[in-house]
């Protein structure tokens, strides 16, 4: 991709994994990160060894203190394999009596205290397994391979992309994306027939902004993207962790569902503006709590990027779920919400719009003085106001959009109803939701909405171990990815 | 020219996607004629089992209207890649939706995006790759079957895809993809992936990128998975995903109720109403077979089936709507595999592995 920064440079998002381990963080030089589950297999990492190396680059994890370690690039990872020597027959002199290992645990955590290498460790390990050299050379490796999972140090740093994303997002827990795997996200790209060029528009909700920031990835710079959002805020956690251009932002708008235009074009303009003015009376006492937020969020030491960011940025996210799902249907919060919206608003004119137009391009120097010394540089997420979002989502929805997406947690059948008037006739429409009995409901409403040619189905995925003479399915596999409802609107 | 931007009214030129019914779908190219089997140009009718249409009277008609055929009616979706993989002229095997959805996530191709596939085949994967790369990118795609080439290369550009695609004629095994660190994927679908692979490396850019191979036997997979590795490429991941479509469809089951005394596992579903205890079992089975064997039928045939049922149906019927699984589903199409290849991995070791 031209003009796309293959470089990890101070202020980007990018993916450390560790095996099978991934996270995401904004890299600022100086600071740490921690990385993996409470307790053992916690970790602190300074990631400045990886400024201005390329993405995809793995790198040695040196120690520098207990928990904290440095990191240098290297060249070819480092694998512990050749530790595999001769082997046994079978297994059939093998004991499970707990007692092969010499070392004790202590022993071992002393070991890598004194500061040997994963792989001293392991070589260390095996030679002190009484049972090590009967087992299989097959038996060995499997055994080196799930010691240096524990034991190995080295890392890799990816650019964040949207199977990284959601192959993140999976392992950690598949409902916090509503368990909308690859594969079915996949196909809702393709059935979308998203691409660059064309108006889309997506609701989506209950998946990290997942399906937002997938599909403003296949539409580059040109084009509109229309995310249509229910509660407080839009739904961006995903779009905020791709490392989007501000270009590439502008593609991407976003509307309250309460605030659709009329399908039939008339008065949605005047009706925007009538609802954002009676708002703004009420801003002032929530004002006071976004403040709080953003001053607790300002610790040097963020373990976790993803709610920094939330807090930091859009600081009427901090109380999101919770009250979102809670509150979600009475009205009263429903315009709280809408004030917090605009203080969201607000915030950002201070946060971003003021001094973010200007110091984002050129001179990140003066950005770091004032107000953003501790900060370094941190590209603005909002690439316009509440209300110039909201007139740019209307008029993009009454030009008529040519694919229409539905990735919800709600009832998706209303939405669809709501949104289907604004897709042009002859285009597709793809629902996805995590249970196949609202779609199946869907399947014969959308017949009077003018949805023809519609499919309702799910997709199996299945991952393979490929080793030689060890070929076989994995043992673990998902029991289901969600389901899709796709077809196409034509005139009634 | 319809597929690589969006118009509301079809000219001459477009190819349209008529939809009848589920089975029923076709691509129409919107011309005034069409060269029949004896070599001459005629009239460009096309011929349905509801009757023909004059393919040029859709000239002027919006995209989603309906269209009259002598005997029935059709409508006019817009051409996309999916209703392509459905309708194309098959002059190889080819790809389906579910794979192809899959290679284009994991090879993270995006707008911009140069991509290197082989074989073109029949071109299903190369018209999702065009959509996703967008104007500014660039797909090179090779076959080493010289008709195919020139057939498929008329094709995209037909479809508005000239100047995103090259189309070349060349064995990538024996040759390589003449073309060293510039594409960000490589896609391949060959009977000896392996031979091509150091050349597919070559072939990305020195940043890194990523490699997808499509086989469908497992001792090609195994055989490219350890060449991949004796490359130094990493992340390697073997898939295989399928999809399965659902029937949606109200059934309603007679009950077996003996005197009074009702079937304690359905004590909760029934309903007031009297039952009918002469109700034949065979209903089951009928309106199991009658979806079953229909994946394929129009809707309006299931409006049909199921408003017969309903004719028939006792009121003390168990009643529901489901998503009826295929009797008959593709079971196997291929195994994916995918890897990365990292940034300045050492590529002069290449050819002593090739």
Not at chain 2, 96 to 118: F, H, K, N, R, W
Request: charged residues 25%; neutral net charge.
């Amino acid at each position: 991709m031209p003009l796309k920064k293959n470089l990890i440079e101070e202020g980007c998002v990018v993916m450390v994994q560790k095996g099978a381990y991934l996270k995401t963080c904004r890299v600022f030089s100086g600071r740490s990160y921690t990385f993996g589950k409470r307790g053992d297999g916690q970790f602190t990492l300074n990631l400045d060894g990886a400024l201005g190396c390329p993405f995809g680059s793995s790198f040695r994890m040196d120690r520098v203190s207990n928990k904290m370690f440095s990191i240098t690039k290297i060249e070819n990872p480092v694998i512990s394999l050749d530790i595999v020597t001769e082997g046994g027959v079978d297994n059939r002199d093998l004991q499970d009596d707990g007692r092969s290992q010499k070392l004790t645990p202590d022993e071992i955590i002393t070991l890598k205290n004194k500061g040997l290498t994963g792989k001293e460790v392991i070589q260390v390990i095996t030679e002190n397994s009484s049972t090590f050299k009967d087992k299989t050379v097959y038996s060995q490796e499997k055994y080196v391979n799930k010691k240096q999972k524990k034991y190995g140090e080295t890392i890799t740093i990816h650019k964040p992309t949207i199977r990284l994303l959601n192959d993140m997002y999976y392992t950690q827990d598949p409902l916090k994306i509503a368990n909308l795997r690859i594969d079915t996200l996949s196909q809702l790209l393709c059935h979308s027939n998203v691409q660059a060029g064309g108006n889309f528009a997506v609701f989506e909700s209950g998946s990290q902004g997942l399906v937002t920031a997938a599909m403003l990835q296949r539409m580059g710079t040109v084009g509109h993207l229309v995310q249509v959002y229910h509660g407080a805020h839009p739904q961006r956690e995903a779009v905020d962790l791709m490392n989007f251009s501000e270009e590439e932002l502008l593609v991407l708008s976003f509307i309250n569902v309460t605030k659709l235009p009329e399908a039939t074009q008339r008065d949605s303009l005047t009706t925007t503006t009538a609802t954002t003015n009676t708002n703004t009376t009420t801003t002032t006492n929530s004002n006071t709590t976004t403040t709080t937020t953003s001053i607790t969020t300002a610790e040097p030491m963020d373990t976790n990027e993803e709610d920094e960011t939330r807090k930091e940025e859009t600081p009427h996210s901090s109380k999101s779920d919770e009250q979102k799902h809670t509150n979600e249907d009475s009205e009263e919060n429903l315009i709280q919400k809408d004030n917090e919206k605009l203080d969201c608003e607000s915030q950002e004119n201070k946060d971003q719009h003021v001094n973010g137009k200007k110091s984002e391009k050129q001179d990140q120097e003066t950005q770091k003085s004032g107000e953003q010394a501790k900060k370094p540089s941190r590209p603005r997420k909002f690439v316009r106001t509440q209300v110039e979002d909201v007139s740019m989502s209307s008029s993009v929805l009454e030009q008529g959009i040519m694919g229409l997406v539905v990735a919800c947690r709600q009832y998706p059948n209303d939405v669809v109803k709501e949104l289907m008037p604004f897709l042009h006739p002859g285009h597709s429409f793809v629902v996805f939701s995590p249970y196949k009995e609202p779609l199946m409901e869907l399947y014969s409403e959308v017949r009077t909405l003018g949805g023809t040619n519609m499919r309702l189905s799910e997709t199996w995925l299945r991952h393979y171990q490929v080793l030689p003479q060890r070929t076989h399915p994995a043992i673990n596999m998902s029991g289901g990815g969600g389901y899709l409802l796709y077809g196409t609107k034509v005139l009634k | 020219m319809s597929f690589s931007g969006f118009k509301e009214v079809i000219e001459e030129g477009d190819t349209v996607i008529l939809y009848i019914g589920v089975s029923q779908i076709y691509a129409l190219e919107v011309k005034p004629k069409v060269i029949n089997k004896n070599g001459q140009g005629v009239d460009n009718v096309f011929q349905t089992k509801y009757g023909s249409v004059k393919v040029m009277d859709l000239v002027g008609k919006k995209y989603g209207s309906r269209v009259n055929l002598s005997k029935g009616w059709g409508q006019v979706l817009y051409p996309t890649p999916e209703l392509w993989t459905i309708t194309l002229p098959h002059r190889t095997q080819i790809l389906y939706t579910p794979d192809i959805s899959m290679v284009l996530t994991q090879l993270e191709i995006g707008p911009g995006s140069i991509v290197c596939e082989a074989g073109t085949g029949s071109g299903s994967l190369s018209h999702a790759i065009l959509r996703a790369i967008g104007a500014n990118g660039k797909l090179h795609t090779f076959d080493f079957h010289k008709e195919r080439v020139k057939v498929a290369s008329e094709e995209f550009i037909r479809h508005g895809f000239g100047d995103r695609v090259i189309v070349l004629h060349r064995d990538v095994c024996d040759e390589g993809f003449g073309v060293e660190g510039v594409a960000d994927a490589v896609f391949l679908d060959l009977p000896k992936p392996w031979d091509a692979l150091p050349h597919a490396v070559s072939a990305i850019k020195t940043s890194g990128g990523r490699i997808c191979s499509f086989s469908p036997c497992i001792e090609q997979v195994a055989r490219t998975c350890e060449v991949l590795q004796s490359l130094g490429l990493q992340e390697l991941l073997t898939l295989e995903c399928l999809a399965r479509e659902f029937q949606v469809k109200s059934i309603s089951l007679p009950r077996v109720i003996n005197g009074q005394k009702a079937p304690t596992h359905q004590n909760t579903h029934v309903s007031q109403e009297e039952k009918q205890p002469d109700l034949k079992k065979k209903k089951v089975e009928e309106c199991v077979e009658g979806a079953g064997s229909d994946t394929n039928t129009k809707s309006d045939e299931h409006e049909q089936i199921a408003a017969g049922n309903k004719g028939q149906q006792g009121n003390g019927d168990f009643r529901f709507t489901t998503g009826i699984t295929q009797l008959k589903m593709p079971g196997h199409t291929g195994f994916l595999t995918f890897a990365s290849v990292p940034p300045g991995l050492a590529r002069n070791k290449l050819s002593c592995v090739a």
